[in-house]
């Protein structure tokens, strides 16, 4: 499962990683992302 979350000028993607062969939750991953607009973008 994965959520995006607004952040600022950024978003933040966290992503569930499920489970092991124990049945143990995996540690989830993040990253953060910013993107420019192409009319904020200089040439």
Do not use: E, P
Request: avoid cysteine; charged fraction near 30%.
């Amino acid at each position: 499962m994965a959520s995006i979350r607004k952040r600022g000028n950024s978003y933040l993607l966290v992503v569930s990683m499920g489970y092991d062969h124990t049945g143990k939750r995996r540690a989830t991953q993040q990253k953060t992302v910013s993107f420019v607009d192409k009319k904020d973008a200089v040439s």
